[in-house]
């Protein structure tokens, strides 16, 4: 607390990331970041941008990486806006789009960022319970009271997901109000909404590079969304930092959009070892919810997970944990390489005996 912070800033509750530890060895499994590196098409891209060209700003548009995402995803440039991670793509879109008289609706255990923006933004909010399986529920949504909507899909840290006509539910039962669908883990096993960007102008899909393009150290993240989403986003993008991508990033971003190849053997092999971790959990007794996502959600009927955790660390082994009373049993664990879940496994086996 000081004298000189605003009264805004001493009402803010800021989000806590992931533990970024700077010792050796540790088995990292707490921030879902990809097992592997980034393509190599990617590190070479941002090798040859690195040159004297650094004295230029960068494209304050990042055209060339927003045709490439486009060029993807059968869209056009203009319906495409890229961020400083999705993050600060998620920040624009909380105060551009879902800032609005009726309450912004989201999951009451979700991306623990939402309520953040919220208090930054101040944004009035309501959050909606997940079922007793920690599904979100598309009739909740269809109340006709929301001012906005947000959520991820697969869910997190739950890892669950919505099939495509339970999101055009949700996104056609609120044609007055903006649906932002945060599709981070997506690219794991969920069902992409982007085939709905033509059909409906209220709906906004954020992607990030950090997960299944390995790239959570460049800070590239994406929304796609009708040009008149897009132009909401670019007002407030324009009215807070021209150059929010760098050179390197959108040399290296176009790249990783353009390897489909590595890309798609890269989250095959994340998708792969999720399944034999899930099966290694569920043999020594624990309850993993079946996941979409490049992590698990799972507790264990005999100890609770904080323990676990506190026990897993003292191995050299990271994972979340939640405080949040209704998760406060589960350990969210990044799927690393087969050998790093081979690890957990093990460790899990002598803790519990
Ligand atoms: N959305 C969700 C659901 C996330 O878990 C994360 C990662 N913490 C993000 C968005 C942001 O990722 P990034 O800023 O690295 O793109």
Known sequence: MSRFWSRLVSTLDPY????????????????????????PRVVAAIAQANSDDL???????????????????????EQVFVGNGSDEVLAHA??????????LLFPDITYSFYPVYCGLY???????????????????????????????????????????DALERIVAGNPDVVVVIDEAYVDFGGVSATPLIARYPNLLVVQTMSKSRSLAGLRVGYAMGHPDLIQGLD?????????????????????????????????????????????????????????????????????????????????????????????ANFLRITVGTDAQCGQLVAACNEILG
């Open 122 to 164: 101040q944004i009035f909010h309501r959050t909606v319970a997940l079922d007793d399986a920690l599904v979100i529920r598309p009739e909740d949504y269809l109340q006709g009271d929301a001012g906005g909507i947000i959520f991820p899909n697969p869910n997190a840290p739950t890892g669950r997901g919505l099939g495509l």
């Open 235 to 327: 007002r407030v993008k324009n009215s807070f930092n021209s150059y929010p991508l760098d050179r390197l990033a959108q040399a290296g971003g176009v790249a990783a959009i353009e390897d489909e190849d590595y890309f798609q053997r890269t989250r095959g092999a994340v998708i792969q070892s999720r399944e034999a971790l899930s099966k290694g959990l569920c043999a020594l007794g624990f309850d993993v919810l079946p996941s979409l996502a490049n992590f698990v959600f799972a507790s264990h009927p005999k100890r609770p997970a904080e323990e676990l955790a506190a026990a897993l660390r003292e191995r050299g082994i990271i994972v979340r944990h939640f405080r949040h009373p209704r998760i």
């Open 16 to 39: 806590v990331p992931g533990e970024q530890p700077r010792i050796q060895n540790l088995v990292k499994l707490n921030t879902n970041e990809h097992p592997y590196g980034p393509s």
């Open 94 to 103: 909380f105060q551009a789009l879902l800032k609005q008289e009726r309450p």
């Open 55 to 77: 004295r230029l700003y960068p494209d304050p548009t990042s055209l060339v990486l927003r045709q490439a995402i486009a060029r993807r995803e059968s869209l056009v440039p």
